[in-house]
C-alpha cells in the first residue's frame, strides 16, 4: 500500500520529464544540504578523471578533464555559494549540465538523482543578497527535506563577472 | 588534417607547450641580449635554465622557463580550445587551448599574449611599490 502511495505522488521523474503537472529536478548535495537543478539541464553523470588546474584560475574552477574526447571545465558550485571546497575523492562523480552555450562539468559532495514535484510545491526563495539565496530560483519542502533549486545561468554569469579582473 | 609542431617546456615543475613556430630562438640562461621575463601565471622557473625568445610587439622578450624538453609533430586534432566556461573564468587570455597527449593534458601557451600580460603585471606592481 505504502509504495502505491508513494508512487502516485512522486510519479517516475523520467516519464515526468516531459509532463506538464510535475517537474523534474536533480538532486545533489552541496555544503551539507540538498540542492537540485531542473532536470532538463543535466546531460550526464560521468565519473571525474584526473583533473588539470589552470593558471590564474578562480577557486570555483577546479580545472579541465578529459571525457571521452571533450575538454571539459569542472566547477565547484560551493565555491560560489559559500566559499567552500566540495571534498573530492577518487572515482567522485560530476554532472554535466548545458545552460544556454555553457556546457560544463559541476562536482557534488552526492548526487542523488531525479525526483519530481508539483509546480505548485516550488516556492520563491528568500530574498536575494550575497550568499547561496543570490543563485536560488526556487525551494521546496519536499518528503526528504527541505530542497533549494539552483539558478544555474545565473550561476554562471556570477562567475564569469567574478573572473574579471577588477 | 595537417600537423601542428608543439615545443614543449616546462616551469615550475608542470608541462606546457607552445606552437613551434612562435619561438625565435631558445636562449640560456646568461644570454644578455633577451629582455627576461621571470615570473608569469605559469608560475616562477625553480632552476631557470633557459628562455623562449618571441616577438613581442615588435621586441625580443625571453620567458624564463626550467627546461626545454623538444618540438614534437602532432596531428592538428589533439589540440582543443579551452571549453568556454574555462575561457570566460580565467583571469588571461594567455592560454590558447588544451593539447591532449597520452593521458596527459598540457595546456597550449599563446606566449606573445603570456609575456605582455606579465609585463603588464610587473609594472602593476612596481606602481603599487
Redesign the interface.
Known sequence: MRSQSLQREVPDPWEALGSPDHVSLFVLRLLGERYAVEANLVQEVIRIG?I?R?????A??LG???HR?E???L?DPAQLLAEENTPLATGSRAAIVQSG????AMVAEALEGLISVPPAALESPPASGPGPSEFLKYVANTREGPLAVLDLARM?DA??AR?I?G | MTDRELLLFSVDGKRHAVDAGSVQRIASGRDPEADWILAS???RPRCPRRGLVVNVDGEERALAVDGVEGIERVPAGVV?P?????R?????A??AG?V?RG?E?L?LVDLPQLIRESSKESSLYAQDE
Open positions: 584526473p588539470t589552470l593558471p590564474a584560475a578562480p570555483f574552477l579541465v578533464f578529459n574526447g575538454i571539459l571545465a566547477m552555450e555553457w556546457r560544463l554562471i562567475a564569469r573572473s579582473p | 601565471i605559469l608560475g582543443s579551452l571549453p568556454p566556461f574555462a570566460a573564468a580565467i583571469r588571461t594567455g592560454i588544451v591532449v593521458d593534458l595546456f
